[in-house]
Every structure is written in C-alpha cells, then in structure tokens.
C-alpha cells in the first residue's frame, strides 16, 4: 500500500532512544523516529542483537524510553501498555498449566468480556491458527511453532488495532512459514489492523509488508526504509514477482554490512 | 502389563520379601523376641493400642504440632522466600546462611526452647518450623527465579493489576517448585517433632517411642514406630498423587 501521510499516523516514535542501565550501560537503541500509518504493514529486519526485540518493549509501553516519546492514536506511551495493542513475544510466552483453549481465552476472561463471546472469538482465533485438533492439549504437548501460534491467536481474540510480532514463525520451517505469512496478510486484510513485525527473514519481510525498515548494527537505528507497493490483496505468491527479487536484494545489500559488523567483521 | 505397573509390582514383591524374612526370622527366633517383635505382631499391637484408646492422645498432640509447624513454615516461609526475592541485596546476605542452614544440629539449642518456652508443645513446633521454614523458603526464591521473564511481560501487555499478576500469573507459574516446598515442609516438620518429643517432652508418638524403649515395652514401642511410618507413608502418597495430578494439569504426566 502507497504511504500514507503522517496526518494518519497510528504510532509515533520520535527521537526514541533505549539505554540499558547497570554497571556498563548498553546503548541497545536509537535515537529513532518512526511513523507508522494506520493499517499499514510495517516490518523491521536487522542484524541479531540490534535493538529489534527492545524496540518492540518500548513501541509497546512495556519499558520506557531513554531519550524521546512513543505515542499511540495520539496519546502518549508512558508506563503502561495501552489498550489496543497486542504483542506476540520472541520467547514463547504460552502459559504450560493451562489447556490451548484457556491460552487463547486468557486475556478475554480476566478482561470481564461475557462468556458467550469469549467462546465465539476464541473458537474463532483456535480455527483461524489451525489449532482446532489441539484445544484441549497443553503447551507441553506441543511443538515450538504450535506453541506460538497460541500465543498469536491468544492475541488476536483480544482485537488489538496495533499488533507487534517479534519473530513469530522463528520456529516454523519455511513452507509453514510461508503459509502463515498468508494467514497473517489474510488477518491484517480482515481486522484493519497496524501490524509491526519483527523478521530475520528478508524475504518474509520483503513479502508481507507496505514498507520495510532496516536496522543498523547495534544501537540500532533506521538505515533504509523500503517500500514495496504490493496491492492489498496479496499472498506468498509474490515470491515469482520480479520486484520481490528486487526489494529482497534492496534489503540485503542494506543490510549486509550491518550483518557483518555484528558478527565482527566490519567491512574495509 | 505396561512399565510403570511392573516397576510398582516388582517394589510391592520387594517390600513384602523383606517384611516376609524379617517375620521368618522373628518367627524362627534368630532375632530375640526382646530385640524385636515380628511384623505381624507389631499389627496385631498398634490395633490392639489403638483400640485401648490409648493412642489417640500422643496421636492427636502429633498432629496438632505437626499441623501448625506446616502451616506456620508454609506461609512464614513462603512470605519470606516472596519478600527477600524482592530484596537482591538482602538476598545476598542470607544466601549463605541458609544453604549451611541444614548443616546445623538444631536439636542441641532444644533445651534452650524449652527453657524459653517451657515444658510445652511451643519448643516442638518451634523446632518443625526452625527445620521446615527455610526449605519452603528456598523452594519459593527457586520457584520465583523460574517465572521465565516474559511471563512479567505477558501480565503487562494484559494490564493485569499487581495482584492478579501474582494470582494467575507468578502462582501457577511457580507452582511445582512452591509443591516442592510444601512436601519439604512437611517431611521437615515431621522429622523434626518427632525428633524432638523423642529427646524431651511429655506427650506426642516420639515421646511414646522413647517411653516405651526405656520401659522395655518392646511390643509397643514397635507398634508406635509402625505407625509414624505408615503416617509418613500414607502422607507421602498423598503429595506423590497430588504432584502426578499437578503434572498431568501441565500434560507432563
Ligand atoms: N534487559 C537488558 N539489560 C541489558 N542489556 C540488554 C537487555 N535486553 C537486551 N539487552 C542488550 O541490548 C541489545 C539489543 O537487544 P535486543 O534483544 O533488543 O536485540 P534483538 O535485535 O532483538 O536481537 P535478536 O535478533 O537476537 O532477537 C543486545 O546487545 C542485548 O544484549
Ligand atoms: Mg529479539
């Protein structure tokens, strides 16, 4: 989708710096400014250890700025999560004593929502992650990639308008990463939602989004911010698209150097 | 019949072989009747003393001391375990006093309870809970230190209050360690009542153990020490299933 204007801007990060405090303070990010349009398919590729996962904590209210403000449909980030955003952590975050069913109802439940309701949406979140077979079964029964699809559908039930994904298919294999790429699109084109995602993945990036950002070696900053103007409706299938090839390569000689800084090899 | 019955099976076989040679011997007068009965008799005994009536009382002060030393640790201690994971720096003070805490024979300062607190039940639960309070102490700071971090963020990104982080979060979060502490805290309170009735007090099963050695009542005295084990046995079955239920809630069992 074209760029929209700044008037619409859904989130804003401006001047955003993260610094971790303690005995040798970790400048892990920024400064950064970022203007995410609403219903805008955002995602961010960096190297490892750039600042990617503390950008989400801060884009999220989850840990507050250094240096700069985070604002959400207007209003100030500050202290705590505001309603209407949903996040998807790296680390799996499914929740071992309780049943797939009871992952996914979770937030529903303790948000007072009436429990007809609940069952609909999360019957509905269950089936739309392919995860009906598997209600009843517990995050330990599971593998890696189903257990983040809990933690994707027990944010979806919450129908948050800004959704941040910090490298939700890490642990799917690339044919079923593909596939829920498309499911995630198909969520985005249902829900008008804002979705950041976070990738290692340059052609999942280059697939999925409106605009690219990529990240600078640690503390990480926007180097290039890409856009890919793919029509609204669209699916893995892009991949044979000749500009996927070109957006992908774009990404890549960005993100290169940066890459090799970060396992310590910068470039002469 | 499938592995875990064959490993019960061939520990009851195991079990019933050696009370069955021990009754033999006993029996055939290898083991004088004076050193100890035969099992079959220590039944017959603690049925007979329980039918007398006469095992209700120390059974009864037991109990009692047993349950306010466990409820006292389990709550004591797992209030502390919560406040000093809160309190690193504290933390790092009272590390190395509680990992030597079992190093010290706390029955030597049994006197000095008695002494403080008089020929009572006081020094006897206080002993339980010297013994049991600092195992569920640890076993809360483990099960604390286990809440993976992103749980905190989860609670977070749920705008769940302080409370009901701990309550449906940090809790069931912790809970097999927090389990651990409860079977320690019980085992500790046991052993350590009963131990202490043993060296010096005027009632409980340590005591009457103790009574009934000095006074040579053999047959009683292994009657008693009967009992307690088959209150250790029936309390440890109790936590062993209630931990397979905790399992099998997680889809570990
Ligand atoms: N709580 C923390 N305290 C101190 N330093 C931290 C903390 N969290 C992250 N860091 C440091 O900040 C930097 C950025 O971390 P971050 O997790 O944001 O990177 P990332 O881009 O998400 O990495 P990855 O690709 O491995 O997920 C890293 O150097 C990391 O070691
Ligand atoms: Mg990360």
Redesign the pocket.
Known sequence: MPTRKAADAHAVLRGVTRI?P?GTP?H??GPIDLDLAQGEFFSVV????????????VLSGLSPPTEGSVSFEGKTVAGQVPEGIGVVF?EDASLPWLTVRDNVAFGLRHAGTDSAEVDRRVSYAIGFMGLQDFTGAYPSQLSGGMRQRVCIARTLVLQPRLILL??PFGALDQQTRLLMGDELLRLWRETDATVLL?T?ALDEAALLSDRVGV?SA?P?RFIDLVETSWARERDSRIVSDPAFGTVTGRLWAALRPESMKAIGRPQP | MNHGRRILWTRVAFIAGLVGLLEALCRLHVIKPLTMIAPSQMVQELIALAWSGELAEPALQTFIEVGASFLFSVTVGGALGAVVHALPRVRRTLDPLLASWYAVPFFVFYPLLVALLGLNVLPLIAIGVVFATPAMMLSTLAGLDRVPRVMHKVARVHRLSQLQEVRLITLPSAAPHLFTGLKLSFAYSFIGIIAGEFILSGGGLGYGISYAYESFETPKMYALMLFVLLIALVANGVLHVWDRRLARRRGLA
């Open positions: 971790y303690g970790v892990a990010l960096g190297p490892s250890g750039c600042g990617k996962s503390t950008l989400l904590d790296q910090d490298e976070i290692h990240m640690r990480g």
